[in-house]
């Protein structure tokens, strides 16, 4: 029931990077926030937080969430951040490289 609201924002991210943003969401509007990464970075950490830091919804690695469905009561820019965990030892040693995707949608 969500439309996609054309803002795109994404980052080519390695593992133990991290990278955020800041978003504005309005007052009465229903949302949804979503986070795609690519299967080579497998589960991505993320965090919503609003303007003083206080965090509002969380995903991790060991029980991830791709989504994240709220209302906003008034017109605030709120922040997420996207954290890669670092690699796994005993890999190849070869430095992977993936896209992290963060889609805002809306309903009408």
């Known amino acids: 029931p969500y439309k996609f609201n054309e803002t795109f924002n994404a980052a080519q991210l390695a593992p133990g990077e991290d990278a955020q943003v800041d978003l504005t969401f309005y007052s009465g509007q229903e949302y949804r926030l979503l986070i795609c990464a690519h299967p080579i970075l497998g589960a ?4 919503l937080a609003d303007a003083t830091g206080k ?5 991790n ?5 791709d989504n994240f469905d709220f209302k906003v009561a008034t017109t605030q820019k709120l922040t997420v951040h996207i954290m890669v965990p670092d690699a796994k030892k005993g890999g190849n040693n070869m430095l992977t490289v993936g896209c992290v995707s963060i889609l805002v949608g809306y309903k009408e």
């Open 44 to 47: 991505v950490n993320w965090t």
């Open 55 to 59: 965090v509002l919804f969380e995903s």
């Open 61 to 65: 690695a060991n029980d991830p969430k």
